[in-house]
């Protein structure tokens, strides 16, 4: 499966950002990560595809959004109420695995696609 990322950019804080992800094959989960200069990669939200179940990390819980399009194969990213620490540079990924139990999605060891990574950065 390979993953095709955009929407990087620059804004300030409490301003918005879209990020998108379109993947080339079947999927059964599709999730992202971020990692911050200095920090490991962590996970941000993931979406189980079969019943379309969202889990988000506490820190962006609230903020940001992923919606499916099932027709495309994709996902979008909607990042609201954006904080100088979600400045990272974000990773699409994709996994074919079967996740009966919600909160795999959230393990990165799932995940045998990985987009490119597009930069978001967060400053006044």
């Known amino acids: 499966v390979q993953l095709v990322e955009s929407g990087r950019g620059l804004v300030q804080p409490g301003g918005s950002l879209r990020l998108s992800c379109a993947a080339s094959?079947?999927?059964?989960?599709m999730g992202w990560y971020r990692q911050a200069p200095g920090k490991e990669r962590e996970f941000v939200v993931a979406?189980?595809?079969?019943?379309?179940?969202?889990v988000y990390a506490d820190s962006v819980k609230g903020r940001f959004t992923l919606s499916r399009d099932r027709a495309k194969n994709s996902v979008v990213l909607q990042m609201d109420s954006l904080k100088f620490e979600d400045t990272a540079v974000y990773y699409c990924?994709?996994?074919?695995?079967?996740?009966?139990?919600?909160?795999?999605?959230?393990?990165?060891?799932?995940?045998?696609?990985w987009g490119q990574g597009t930069l978001v950065t967060v400053s006044s």
């Open positions: 990924a994709a996994a074919t695995r079967l996740n009966p139990i919600l909160s795999t999605i959230r393990r990165g060891d799932i995940y045998h696609s």
């Open positions: 979406v189980r595809w079969g019943d379309n179940k969202v």
């Open positions: 094959g079947s999927i059964n989960s």
